[in-house]
């Protein structure tokens, strides 16, 4: 990741990102994007935080990652959050 794009992450992430012990402990996933090609994949978390450490944050996985179609090391990783039922509403009776 080049140094402005760091720069940019920086302000949008929260001060307390999510760990890994967070997502094992939520019973989650961990959602991979590779922002070259757009291919993406859920990793289990529980082999990441043996290797990495339960407190190492999820945002950060990216860096330590390379795309199994394209090969490139942009990697952008967050919470597999759940599907919220395909965006349709309810309605009140």
Do not use: Y
Request: proline share 10%; hydrophobic share 35%; net charge positive.
């Amino acid at each position: 990741m080049g140094w402005h794009k760091r720069q940019h992450t920086a302000l949008d992430e929260p001060k307390n990102p999510t760990t890994l012990a967070d997502m094992i402990h939520e019973g989650l996933s961990v959602f991979c994007w590779c922002n070259r090609c757009g291919h993406n994949s859920t990793v289990d978390p529980v082999p990441l935080a043996t290797a990495l450490g339960p407190l190492f944050p999820v945002p950060e996985l990216g860096g330590r990652m390379r795309c199994s179609l394209c090969q490139a090391r942009d990697i952008a990783t967050r919470p597999a959050w759940p599907s919220h039922g395909g965006g349709q509403i309810a309605r009140h009776i």
